[in-house]
Nanobody
Framework: QVQLVESGGGLVQPGGSTRLSCVAS????????MRWYRQAPGKERELVAT????????IYADSVKGRFTISRDNAKNTVYLQMNNLKPEDTAVYYC?????????YGQGTQVTVSS
């Protein structure tokens, strides 16, 4: 079955950087578009970044454009989210996601806290 396992994140100072990883299994990874979402306390889940397949087109929310970079390594079944110039408002649980067979799949999420 589809499994998505995120890692990375943690506590980061404002202006700092971190990289999230998501290892996928249970499906042919290179065929599918992958996404990163985030959810802050008391807020709705927000789409942050998308990387398509094939083609690798990258699409970003306005709030992270120019600061975050999504990428994928099809040989490793992994999607990444490089997060630079982090702000306190980036604090959230980050989830990777794919859509397969009319079902949305999410990982368990990884916490990113931006604070001094």
């Amino acid at each position: 079955q589809v499994q998505l396992v995120e890692s990375g994140g943690g506590l980061v100072q404002p202006g700092g950087s971190t990289r999230l990883s998501c290892v996928a299994s249970g499906f042919t990874f290179n065929y599918y578009t992958m996404r990163w979402y985030r959810q802050a306390p008391g807020k709705e889940r927000e789409l942050v970044a998308t990387i398509t397949s094939p083609g690798g087109e990258q699409i970003y929310a306005d709030s992270v454009k120019g600061r975050f970079t999504i990428s994928r390594d099809n040989a490793k079944n992994t999607v990444y989210l490089q997060m630079n110039n982090l702000k306190p408002e980036d604090t959230a649980v980050y989830y990777c996601n794919t859509y397969k067979g009319s079902v949305l799949y999410y990982g368990q999420g990884t916490q990113v806290t931006v604070s001094s």
